[in-house]
């Protein structure tokens, strides 16, 4: 991480605006949505937490040595998604979490998934998703192979990792920039759509007749218009959170810290 909690090292020589970037955590209850969301702002594994609540971190990461404002949203649907909305308009890519011990939290994911196929097909957008096996320290306990995992991400197109929010950190880093990654990806992809539209738009200004706007190029310029015109979502029913440093905690000199939403790291 290219910062503690939020505030970006001093002398990192990066100048321009950060790339703002927002990140849902989904998936069943228990799959260790939290867990992992804690894991990578702070490197510890979560003990205590309030499973009732939903909340947005906030984190300055480098990624590819680029300075990005990540924001991640960690869910707290009941048994299935529900009041989607609020972050499918927000967020611009998806980690979607079940458990390898869990069948059915598997199942759940599977859900999730359909859920985002359909919200693209709505939007006419492409919304990165990253499938994520977690609990692979409870290997043992398997119930969901890798094999299927793999099998479920391609047929969502989505990449696939199994991960332990108990285990190392780089790799639970490794999972959230990927996905910042395809985040990244895809709003250059509509970037540049963006800007073909625009020069299209212009030579159709400059150059073009009115009768001939109703040949080829106005083909080109619907399908532009819907896939690129549509405005970035917004931050906007999400709660904003920033997790604060130990540091601003140590003053107190408790023997453990106590998070947002009720964790307790130790
Ligand atoms: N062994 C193991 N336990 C984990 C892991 N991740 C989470 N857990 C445990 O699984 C339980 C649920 O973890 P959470 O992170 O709260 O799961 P969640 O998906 O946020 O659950 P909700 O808040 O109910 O939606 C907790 O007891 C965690 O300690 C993991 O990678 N390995």
């Not at 963006?194 to 073009?208: D, G, K, N, W, Y």
Request: with cysteine; hydrophobic share 40%; charged share 25%.
């Amino acid at each position: 991480m290219s910062s503690v909690f939020g505030k970006p090292r001093a002398g990192s020589g990066q100048q321009s605006a950060p790339l703002e970037v927002n990140l849902a955590i989904l998936g069943r209850r228990g799959v260790g949505k939290s867990a992992l969301t804690v894991k990578f702002l702070t490197r510890r594994f979560i003990s205590e937490y309030d499973p009732n609540l939903e909340d947005t971190y906030s984190s300055e990461e480098t990624v590819d040595h680029q300075l990005v404002h990540l924001r991640v949203m960690d869910t707290a649907d009941l048994d299935t998604p529900r009041n989607c909305e609020r972050y499918l308009n927000w967020a611009h890519a998806f980690l979607v979490v079940y458990s390898v011990d869990s069948r059915q939290s598997f199942e759940g994911s599977s859900s999730y998934l359909e859920l985002l196929a359909l919200h693209e097909k709505e939007t006419q957008r492409s919304y990165p998703a990253l499938l994520l096996g977690n609990k692979l320290d409870m290997a043992q306990y398997r119930q969901v192979t890798q094999a299927e995992g793999m099998a479920l991400a391609g047929r969502f197109g989505c990449l696939f990792f199994e991960v332990s929010a108990c285990l190392d950190f780089e790799h639970v880093q490794h999972v959230f920039h990927e996905a910042v990654r395809e985040a990244r990806r895809e709003m250059e992809k509509n970037s540049l759509a963006r800007h073909l539209f625009i020069s299209e738009e212009r030579a159709l200004h400059h150059q073009a007749p009115l009768t001939a706007r109703h040949g080829l190029a106005s083909c080109t310029f619907n399908t532009l218009s819907t896939a690129s015109l549509k405005e970035m979502p917004t931050v906007a029913q999400a709660k904003l959170v920033t997790v604060k440093s130990s540091r601003a905690q140590s003053k107190r000199k408790a023997p453990t810290l106590t998070l947002l939403k009720g964790f307790k790291i130790f």
